[in-house]
């Protein structure tokens, strides 16, 4: 069995926190587990930092306290891995960073989960990340809704073969002519869009996926993604080719 190299954990928490940062995790929005199934979340403030005088004052974002957070990515650590070893018959050389953003809400359910910055290139992975960071339990954050960022790069290990790195001018052609209908999946969105791909050694897409800065581009990268996934590209050789463009 092929083995998989250590998750590398780099946590920052964008939580109004003066605190300097830990680790972080992903995941797409669902519904909240029904109260009856999920152990009790701490309350609000029985973890919650104190202040001078008895005075709270809350900004726009909450806090939540890193040992809870560290916790709820350390028990979300086995759906992860499995999210990225499930997809390595599949595209075996697949590899990357992937870097989240969590927003919790004043109940302790996740609101969204994004894949902001991701290097990973298969939408499939991203996504079930993103389902299992939905899932995570961090507790009632503390003076309002909370921010998690947080990232992990994963490969197949030491004996993996890599993608050969193209450089994005290899698909400068393509991207012209496929102007009109990424401009349609835009639908007049002028957010930052970066995709990943791999070309096969067939010359199709073996796989793609996207950075998505928020949750309102999720659709826009989904149609994009499509769209790309249908590419003929040129041939890489025997070997996969993987690179990162920028969308118009």
Known sequence: MRAITPLAFLCLFGCGSASPPPPQVVAQREAPRAPTSEPARPRAGSDCPTHAGGMSIEGQLGTLPQPRVRAALHAAEAQLTACFTQRLEAIPCLSGRVGFKIRVGTDGAVRWVMPTSSTMGDRDTERCMQQALAHADFG?????????????????????????????????????????????????????????????????????????????????????????????????????????????
């Open 140 to 248: 009632l954050p503390c003076g309002g809704e909370a921010e998690i960022t947080w990232a992990m790069e994963l490969d197949g290990g030491p004996d993996a073969r890599p993608a050969t790195e193209w450089p994005p001018s290899r698909l400068n052609t393509l991207l012209r002519q496929r102007r009109a209908a990424l401009a349609a999946c835009r639908n007049g969105s002028t957010a930052a869009l970066a995709v990943t791909l791999y070309a096969a050694p067939d010359a199709s897409v073996a796989t793609a996926g996207a950075s998505i800065p928020e949750p309102e581009v999720e659709a826009v990268a989904d149609c994009v993604l499509r769209e790309v996934r249908a590419w003929r590209l040129p041939s890489p050789g025997s070997w996969y080719a993987r690179t990162t463009v920028n969308i118009p």
